[in-house]
């Protein structure tokens, strides 16, 4: 999931690690035959189906025959979904990454246990190339991308409280899932905005999907506009070597707390004029473990990372409808003597249904501008070297809502000085994401 700047694994590929372009038609094929048999299979198994028409229904395979209703009346429910991103660069080379990720939970509630307790456990299969270390860019363009693994991703077992006011989670899952994450991440590809900010591992070392750490969380909803959530993670610095399985439940290395506050704003329906819902949350993770200055080495105590997120709808043709435009606004900060990648601000713009009859469908906008410590970069004019600039990722994609269980997503990206190169250098990438759920 994160770029080639992030110090986990993933080694930056030479030219000659770059497969060409007779490789990508190959693919490409294989892809569409793969995407063709799904199709052909859904179709058929849709004949005599009494869960109504193949685009309609949420699952590939169905409702088993209504078996999957008849464990979701009972606590259980469970999702496979595959998520695939095939990316070329300007240069030929290419990059496919594919996740499969299996996730049950089961309501303990429901099957009249213990009223209010849940579990949840996730695991998957990940695998393939990484194009942000191809192109040395900060932000990745998959926000899939991290390690080649297959390993049990989390679990946790949360328990409501006073009317479902405060909640207890104690388990083992990833900081990034649930703080500095995108709300409207599923819409893009680059990872910034498609999954969680991107420095907050090489500023605090907050776990991330599918690395979770053993972790625990107090979540405080006094009203359906307000929240209030804390949560400490264990920060594991090699998370993949700390735990090749995510079977280990490891403590290692300082741990990372992280807060968040929200308020979802949520106009009356009956104040007559035409107001739009969004969410505004401002939070912060710390890890009081030590830390080395960038350029001279020097080791300090404690680090920390603060931003502001926003989502709101702004305009829709129609009242009630979901038909529309939405924007999103993320920005973060770290002190810059400890990261090389300070800051990061991220933005996008979304519009459902812009074709008609394709209501479900959502041409996507987004920027990722991320800034350079300038501790470094004074360190650099010091040395009378050229300095770092800012790189300047911009995408724009179109989601094809080819059923309920199946999207086909092709985008094209532009990166403005990769990696924050001082020499001005640019890059192109263009693909699509396929999204499977089974």
């Known amino acids: 999931m994160f770029g080639a ?6 080694e930056r590929a030479s030219n000659s690690d770059m497969r060409r372009t007779s490789s990508n038609v190959t693919k490409t094929a294989a892809l569409a035959a ?13 004949l005599n189906d009494p869960e109504g028409p193949w685009p309609n229904r949420p699952y590939l395979f169905g409702d088993w025959g209504g078996e999957r209703t008849r464990l979701a009346d009972q606590g259980l429910t469970f999702s496979f979904i595959s998520v695939n991103d095939f990316l070329v660069n300007q240069r030929g080379g290419d990059a496919n990454w594919s996740r499969v990720r299996a996730t049950a939970d089961f309501d ?12 949840h456990i996730t695991g998957l299969w990940q695998t393939g190339g990484n194009m942000g270390a191809y192109i040395g860019s900060s932000a990745n363009p998959s926000s899939l991308v991290s390690a080649n693994t297959a390993r049990l991703d989390s679990w946790w077992f949360e328990q409501a409280l006073l009317n479902n006011k405060l909640y207890v989670r104690v ?8 703080y500095g994450v995108q709300a409207d991440g599923g819409s893009y590809i680059l990872e910034p905005l498609g999954y969680a900010i991107g420095n907050l591992f090489p500023a605090t070392y907050e776990s991330f999907d599918p690395a979770g750490t053993p972790a625990a969380e107090i979540r405080i909803v006094p009203s359906r506009h307000f929240y209030w959530k804390g ?51 401002v939070g912060a993770t710390v890890n009081p473990g030590e830390f080395s200055n960038i350029v001279t080495g020097t080791q300090n105590q404690t680090n920390y990372l603060v931003y502001i997120m926003a989502n709101q709808r702004i305009y829709r043709p129609d009242a009630g409808s979901e038909r529309g435009l939405d924007v999103n606004f993320a920005y973060d900060w770290t002190p810059g003597q400890f990261t090389r990648d300070y800051s990061q601000v991220t933005g996008g713009l979304r519009y459902h249904g812009l074709v008609p009859r394709r209501e479900r469908d959502t041409l996507s906008v987004g920027v990722v501008y991320t800034r350079i410590s300038p501790t470094l970069n004074q360190a650099y004019a010091d040395a009378g070297l050229p300095l770092f600039g800012s790189e300047k990722a911009v995408e724009v994609n ?8 199946f999207t086909f997503q092709p985008v094209v990206q532009h990166f403005f000085d990769t ?4 020499f001005g250098r640019t890059s192109t990438v263009a693909g699509f994401r396929t999204a499977f759920s089974l």
């Open 108 to 119: 303990f509630g429901k099957a009249e246990l213990v009223p209010g307790l849940t579990f």
């Open 231 to 281: 949560a400490i993670f264990s920060g594991n610095r090699n998370p993949y070597g700390d735990d090749t399985t995510g079977f280990n439940f490891r403590f290692k290395d300082s741990p990372v707390v992280a807060t968040e506050v929200g308020y979802n704003f949520e106009p009356p329906s009956s104040s007559g004029v035409q107001t739009y819902p969004g969410t505004y949350k």
């Open 171 to 178: 388990g083992q899952f990833a900081g990034l899932d649930f």
């Open 34 to 46: 793969l995407i063709g048999c799904f199709s052909v299979l859904g179709h058929a198994q849709a």
């Open 5 to 10: 700047s992030k110090p986990y694994g993933i």
């Open 398 to 405: 179109y989601a094809v809502k080819v059923s309920r269980r």
């Open 419 to 422: 990696g924050a190169n001082p």
